[in-house]
Structures are given as C-alpha cells and as structure tokens.
C-alpha cells in the first residue's frame, strides 16, 4: 500500500508533487500534466494574473516560471508584461521533467473505500491501495451550464472550458454568455479568428482590471494598494496570503466573500480587442433557449422589462464553475455521501482533509474553506506547504515514514 495519491497533474498536483518529494513523501501522481492549460483555454490567450504569480511551486523556488524564461530567453516581467498561454503550458511541462519526473499519465477511473485506505482504479485497470488520496482536479469537472442552456442539443451548445481552438467556428455566428476573463477572452479571440461572435452579458458594462506596474505607483497607492497575488489591494493582499487566517472565519462569511470577491471582469489588455470590435448585448439575462430552424433563438430580457431575440448557429456559456461533489463521478457514491458537504463543495480541515479521513481536496474545490485564493495557481504554493507539514507530521507519528531533512512549518 502506497502512502498517498495525487489526482492530477496541474499546478497544485505538481506542486504538492514536488514537496512530497523534497521530504521523501512516498507518492503515486496520476493524470494529464497541464491539461486543462494544454487542451481546454483558448490559443492565444494571456494569463489575467501577474508574472510572479503564475508558478508552480517547488519547495526551494529555484524553479520558478521567471527562472524558466531566463533559461529559454523568453520575455517575462514580475508585472506589467502578461503571461502567454503556451508561455505557461510549457513551464509546466518542464517543471514536470524536472521536478516530478515520475508523473503516470493515466486517468483516475474509480476511487472507493478499502479498509483503513482506499482503492484507486486507474483507465488501464491497475488498482493502487492508497493510505490517502489527495484530489487536485481543478476545474475539470466543475464547468457551469445554465439549466436554460442544458436543454439544448449538445451540439448547439457547449461550454467555454471545451475550447481550445477559438477559430473552430469560423463560419458560424457564435453566442458567447457571460462577463468574465473566460467569456471576454473567447468573444476577443473568436473575433480576431474571423468569427461571427457576439457577447451577452446580464451586466450593463463590462469590468477590465487596471494595468499596474511598480514603476507606475506612488509610495501612497503601494501602501494603500500593495500588491498582491490577486492583485493590489488590502483585501486581496489578506486573502492571498492568508488563507489559513481565512479558514478560522464564519461559515457564511466564507461563502459570501467566495462568492462576491473579484467578480467577473476581464484583464486590462484585452479592453482594446473587445471594446468597439466585438459586437455586445449589455444589460440582458437570458429567459430561454430554443431550436429553430437549426439555429438557436436565445429569448433575452433587459432589467427594465424590454426584450429581445438573438439567433446564433453555436451558443457558448462561458458561465464559470460550480464546485459540486456530484460532478466527481469517480468517486464511489458510498465516499460522496460521506462527505460533508456546504453548497456541493466538500467542508475541510485545516490541512484540506474532508470529513473522511485521508481524502483531501485542493484548488478550487478547497475555496470555500481557504478563500478566493483557491480559483487561482497562486494558490498552489500556500497548499502544497500546508499539506506536505500535516502529512510529514502525520505520517511521523505513525512511524510508517522518517523525514529525511527536517519538516519546514508552514509560515503562518
């Protein structure tokens, strides 16, 4: 029996990856390494956060991704300079060869109770019995599609988590829903690929962040917006570095804060693609869906009551994601219900355990315990530190492991 799993293979399941193995954690690590960065985020799209806080975290920071374009002479700036898409893809990757070279490029088919442990089964029909499984999924499986859009056939409609290849639909008018980086950034990159694209949204005007630079600011607005990796800002600057300090917070405050902080906008260098190029419906929610003549009838309505129709070959919810439970299908119904669960995301300990003891959740599935933080890869190093202390710990006290240099405390 291995001592622990790791589920995936992003930013958080490499980082954790890395620490395992700087302590001498014994782990198995399975999954796609940067899939969803490779397979699932349009080409051609920029990193809304800042250089610095674009990484993956190996414990000694001696791989970081400003290490990774000096080394292959590619343009990075701290802030101010945007990460590319493929920039970070292919960080990954190396950080994967360097850092975690035993990543199994198989999928998790199946994880269920098995004694004091678990058993993880695997697409090629291995079974590993795991002491403990920790999950670091992402946002694979939480993609979000408005019921009024589910009804429509699955190839009229789809989610912006399915796109890669934004000139997919060249030829075709595409509906692109929502007001976020996601949907901003797809309608932008659609309409440069020659796409007869439209952008809905229910808000009136849609928010870009403003450019920062530490060249650009004066001493007041460093120390009245310090910079942080969510942004500038004291509110950001608290929930970006202390997640742990955030867990200890009331339940509903949790949640509200999750669920207003940084609301849908897009990134400052997208403003110019959008604005005056791409044709935009402002202010209209979507009331219904349907088929007509093989093309989609999106019903809309505006606050005021006015109406409108808009007819699209393709619809797109570029909607966010839901972290819900039920979506992680691999995991057998007898461990889900065991679960403690608020609004479908698993409740979690201090060190990300969930109410079964040795199943761990991370990233975005962990952001209403730790914070908005958790949406984003800047989230991977607090993670991999607090997990890595509590397992060492854990498994020290079990005697089942021995540290081979001494466990470093996660900085409070």
């Given at each position: 029996?291995?001592?622990?799993?790791?589920?995936?293979?992003?930013?958080?399941?490499l980082s954790?990856?890395?620490?395992?193995s700087?302590?001498?954690?014994?782990?198995?690590?399975?999954?796609r390494?940067?899939?969803?960065?490779?397979?699932?985020?349009?080409?051609?799209?920029?990193?809304?956060?800042?250089?610095?806080?674009?990484?993956?975290?190996?414990?000694?920071?001696?791989?970081?991704?400003?290490?990774?374009?000096?080394?292959?002479?590619?343009?990075?700036?701290?802030?101010?300079?945007?990460?590319?898409l493929?920039?970070?893809?292919?960080?990954?990757?190396?950080?994967?060869?360097?850092m975690?070279?035993?990543?199994?490029?198989?999928?998790?088919?199946?994880?269920?109770?098995?004694?004091?442990?678990?058993?993880?089964?695997?697409?090629?029909?291995?079974?590993?019995?795991?002491?403990?499984?920790?999950?670091?999924?992402?946002?694979?499986?939480?993609?979000?599609?408005?019921?009024?859009?589910q009804?429509?056939?699955?190839?009229?409609?789809?989610?912006?988590?399915?796109?890669?290849?934004?000139?997919?639909?060249?030829?075709?008018?595409?509906?692109?829903?929502?007001?976020?980086?996601?949907?901003?950034?797809?309608?932008?990159?659609m309409?440069?690929a020659?796409?007869?694209v439209?952008?809905?949204?229910?808000?009136?005007?849609?928010?870009?962040?403003?450019?920062?630079?530490?060249?650009?600011?004066?001493?007041?607005?460093?120390?009245?917006?310090?910079?942080?990796?969510?942004?500038?800002?004291?509110?950001?600057?608290?929930?970006?570095?202390?997640?742990?300090?955030?867990?200890?917070?009331?339940?509903?405050?949790?949640?509200?804060?999750?669920?207003?902080?940084?609301?849908?906008?897009?990134?400052?260098?997208?403003?110019?693609?959008?604005?005056?190029?791409?044709?935009?419906?402002?202010?209209?929610?979507?009331?219904?869906a349907?088929?007509?003549?093989?093309r989609?009838?999106l019903?809309?309505?505006?606050?005021?009551?006015a109406?409108?129709?808009?007819?699209a070959?393709?619809?797109?919810?570029?909607?966010?994601?839901?972290?819900?439970?039920?979506?992680?299908?691999?995991l057998?119904?007898?461990?889900?219900?065991?679960?403690?669960?608020?609004?479908?995301?698993?409740?979690?300990?201090?060190?990300?355990?969930?109410?079964?003891?040795?199943?761990?959740?991370?990233?975005?599935?962990?952001?209403?315990?730790?914070?908005?933080?958790?949406?984003?890869?800047?989230?991977?190093?607090?993670?991999?530190q607090?997990?890595?202390?509590?397992?060492?710990?854990?498994?020290?006290?079990?005697?089942?492991?021995?540290?081979?240099?001494?466990?470093?405390?996660?900085?409070?």
């Amino acid at each position: 029996m291995i001592e622990s799993v790791i589920v995936g293979a992003g930013p958080y399941g490499l980082s954790i990856a890395a620490h395992f193995s700087r302590l001498g954690l014994p782990y198995r690590i399975f999954g796609r390494t940067m899939d969803s960065w490779l397979n699932h985020m349009p080409k051609g799209m920029l990193l809304k956060s800042d250089g610095f806080a674009s990484t993956i975290y190996d414990p000694d920071g001696k791989f970081t991704l400003k290490h990774f374009c000096a080394e292959r002479g590619l343009n990075y700036e701290d802030m101010g300079r945007p990460v590319e898409l493929e920039t970070f893809s292919q960080f990954g990757l190396a950080f994967r060869d360097r850092m975690v070279p035993n990543v199994e490029e198989k999928m998790v088919t199946g994880i269920e109770a098995h004694g004091d442990g678990f058993k993880v089964t695997l697409n090629d029909g291995e079974m590993v019995l795991a002491k403990r499984v920790i999950l670091a999924i992402g946002v694979t499986h939480f993609a979000y599609t408005p019921a009024r859009l589910q009804q429509l056939p699955a190839d009229l409609v789809s989610h912006s988590f399915q796109h890669a290849d934004p000139a997919k639909f060249r030829g075709c008018s595409v509906a692109v829903i929502g007001a976020g980086s996601s949907a901003i950034d797809l309608a932008a990159l659609m309409h440069e690929a020659g796409v007869d694209v439209t952008l809905i949204a229910r808000d009136k005007e849609l928010k870009f962040h403003s450019k920062t630079t530490k060249a650009t600011r004066s001493l007041w607005e460093q120390l009245r917006y310090p910079v942080s990796g969510l942004g500038p800002g004291l509110s950001s600057r608290f929930y970006a570095n202390f997640p742990n300090v955030f867990h200890y917070f009331p339940g509903s405050q949790r949640l509200k804060t999750v669920r207003t902080f940084l609301g849908p906008a897009g990134a400052w260098f997208v403003k110019d693609k959008v604005i005056g190029k791409v044709p935009l419906v402002l202010g209209y929610s979507v009331t219904s869906a349907e088929v007509t003549n093989n093309r989609v009838r999106l019903q809309l309505r505006a606050q005021d009551g006015a109406e409108k129709a808009i007819y699209a070959d393709h619809v797109v919810a570029a909607t966010g994601y839901h972290p819900d439970l039920n979506r992680v299908t691999f995991l057998s119904p007898e461990l889900r219900t065991k679960i403690k669960t608020v609004q479908d995301a698993p409740i979690l300990s201090r060190s990300f355990e969930t109410s079964v003891p040795g199943l761990y959740f991370t990233g975005l599935a962990a952001a209403n315990s730790f914070g908005p933080v958790m949406r984003f890869a800047y989230g991977a190093g607090f993670t991999a530190q607090r997990l890595t202390a509590e397992i060492a710990k854990s498994a020290a006290r079990n005697q089942s492991w021995s540290a081979v240099p001494a466990v470093q405390a996660v900085k409070e």
